[in-house]
């Protein structure tokens, strides 16, 4: 991204409502806790067994759902988000 992108993205996101932002805030934290999993489970993949694996993501989306209350967004439910709530 240059600069003048960087400046439009900006504007735009000083132009958004209250809700309008923290709904734009909700989907970048979401593909970036998506991203942060991507790693963490290929990371996995590498040095742990499947059944180890298996054990700790399930234990982690126990954490996310149960304990923190946040159910699961996948990438795809998340892709191209910030477009259409740019927009609107």
């Not at 993949?45 to 399930?58: C, F, M, N, W």
Request: proline letters at 1%; charged letters at 30%; hydrophobic letters at 40%.
């Amino acid at each position: 991204m240059n600069e003048r992108q960087r400046r439009r993205a900006f504007q735009k996101v000083k132009s958004f409502s209250n809700e309008k932002f923290w709904a734009w805030m909700n989907m970048i934290h979401s593909r970036a806790y998506a991203k942060a999993q991507q790693h963490y489970e290929e990371a996995m993949g590498i040095v742990l067994q499947p059944k180890q694996v298996a054990a700790v993501t399930a234990k982690a989306d126990e954490i996310r759902e149960t304990w923190d209350g946040m159910e699961t967004i996948t990438m795809d439910e998340t892709e191209g988000a910030e477009l259409k709530s740019v927009g609107v």
